[in-house]
C-alpha cells in the first residue's frame, strides 16, 4: 500500500478528480491477464484490491513478484513506450482503476503542473520498487541499524501525509465509475 500512497501524496485534488472523471473500475476474475509479455498496454493501472503475478511466460511463467492492494501497474512500459517484458495476471478475483493511455498522454501534455506531479508520483513508486528489489537480491549496507535509520527518515520525509494520501485513495474509489 505504501507506494500508491506515495503516488497519491504527489497529487492534488484537481488531479483526483481527472482520475475520477477519467479512470475506470475494472473487475478482474481470477486467472485472468491484465497485461500481456510483449504486448502494449492501453491502459495504466492501480490494484483497488486482490493480487496478481508478475511472471516471464517466454521462460516457463518464472514468476518476478507479487502485485497487491495498492500498486501501480503497466507504469514502466508506459513511462518508455516499450511493451512490457513480463506478464500480469491476477491470482484471485481483483479490482484495478484503469486510466486510457490515450486519455493519460493528452492530459500530461496539455497540463505540465499534472505532468510534473504525476511524473513525480511514478518515480516514488519506481525509486521504491528498485531498492526493495536491490535488498532482495542481497546488496545494500548489512547494518540494520542504518537501513532502519534510512527507512525511517524515508518514511518522515516522504510519507508525512500519510493519512492525506490514504483519504484521497479512499475518496477516488469511491468516485471512479
Known amino acids: 500500500m505504501k507506494k500508491i500512497l506515495l503516488f497519491f501524496s504527489e497529487l492534488n485534488n484537481i488531479d483526483l478528480e481527472w482520475f475520477a472523471q477519467k479512470g475506470k473500475k475494472e473487475v ?3 486467472d485472468r491477464l491484465l497485461i500481456r509479455e510483449g504486448q502494449v498496454s492501453d491502459s495504466l493501472y492501480i490494484v483497488v484490491s486482490g493480487s496478481f503475478s508478475v511472471a516471464i511466460e517466454s521462460q516457463d511463467h518464472k514468476e518476478l513478484a507479487k502485485i497487491a492492494e495498492g500498486e501501480v501497474v503497466g507504469e514502466v512500459s508506459f513511462i518508455d513506450t516499450r ?4 506478464s500480469v495476471r491476477s491470482l484471485e478475483e481483483s479490482v484495478v482503476l484503469s486510466i486510457s493511455r490515450v486519455q493519460l498522454l493528452a492530459k500530461l501534455q496539455q497540463d505540465i503542473n499534472f505532468a510534473s506531479r504525476f511524473y513525480r508520483a511514478i518515480c516514488l513508486c ?3 520498487r528498485l531498492r526493495g528489489t536491490v535488498k532482495r537480491l542481497g546488496y545494500g549496507n548489512d547494518d540494520d541499524d542504518s537501513v532502519e535509520t534510512h527507512l525511517a527518515e ?3 520525509s516522504m510519507i508525512s501525509n500519510l493519512e492525506l494520501s490514504e483519504a484521497k485513495l479512499n475518496w477516488l474509489i469511491k468516485n471512479v465509475h
Do not use: E, G
Open 154 to 156: 524515508f518514511s518522515q
Open 83 to 86: 511493451p512490457p517484458l513480463a
Open 28 to 30: 478482474i476474475p481470477p
Open 126 to 128: 519506481l525509486s521504491d
